[in-house]
């Protein structure tokens, strides 16, 4: 029982981890857009920096995963 609690734990963080790794560069990429595309007076920008946003985003992601995937095998 405590094994699987502590189980439990680990996958909340792991999805922790991903969901802010995620969220964190597609909004500050698109918070930059938005505040350039004000300055400028352009409507485009914002497209383009919540791409590059998703793009760090899914970076991330993949580092995070082979992080952990290649920690869990040495674990064996």
């Known amino acids: 029982m405590k094994g ?16 802010i790794n995620m969220l964190v560069p597609i909004f500050l990429c698109s918070a930059l857009g938005y505040y350039i595309d004000k300055r400028l007076g352009t409507s485009w ?7 590059i946003g998703a793009a760090a985003g899914a970076r991330n992601i993949y580092i995070l995963a082979r992080r952990e995937y ?7």
Request: aromatic share 16%.
């Open 4 to 19: 699987s609690k502590r189980s439990n734990i680990r996958i909340l963080a792991y999805i922790s981890q991903f969901t």
């Open 45 to 51: 920008v914002f497209i383009l920096m919540f791409f």
């Open 70 to 76: 290649t920690d869990d095998r040495d674990e064996e």
